[in-house]
């Protein structure tokens, strides 16, 4: 079993039926009062990771690179959403896409080196996150 504990800084559907509301209405204005309302990802993170044991703990919500997915892998999560920056490329097209993959994927593979983690299971492993909080 899994879940993914998004967090504060993706798809924030307050926002999205906020902004659907005829201006002016009830629900628009609650749904300013909402704007910022949420968790962050790494707090949502936490949480999940000390609430479902046995679970494995997903992470999506405001992530833009590979050193933000290394981040969250550090900490536990078992895999890695990120949605704002793929479709923004898919939308340019494939080049751009393949770009920004390879951009990711170079980002995450340069927080391996300077954590000095062969892999993503070291990385998890090696208790890397304590020393990313300081």
């Not at 009830?26 to 949480?47: C, I």
């Amino acid at each position: 079993a899994a879940v993914d504990v998004s967090g504060f800084g993706g798809t924030h559907w307050g926002r999205i039926e906020g902004g659907r509301s005829q201006s002016g209405s009830v629900k628009s204005q609650a749904a300013r009062s909402f704007w910022n309302w949420g968790v962050s990802t790494v707090e949502s993170l936490e949480l999940g990771l000390s609430m479902a044991p046995g679970y494995e703990v997903w992470a999506s919500g405001g992530l833009r690179s590979g050193l933000d997915g290394a981040k969250v892998l550090a900490m536990g999560a078992r895999i890695v959403g990120f949605a704002k920056p793929i479709l923004k490329a898919a939308l340019k097209g494939e080049v751009q896409l393949h770009q920004e993959m390879e951009r990711m994927e170079f980002e995450l593979k340069t927080a391996l080196f300077c954590t000095g983690c062969g892999n993503i299971s070291e990385l998890q492993s090696k208790g890397i996150w304590s020393w990313v909080q300081r």
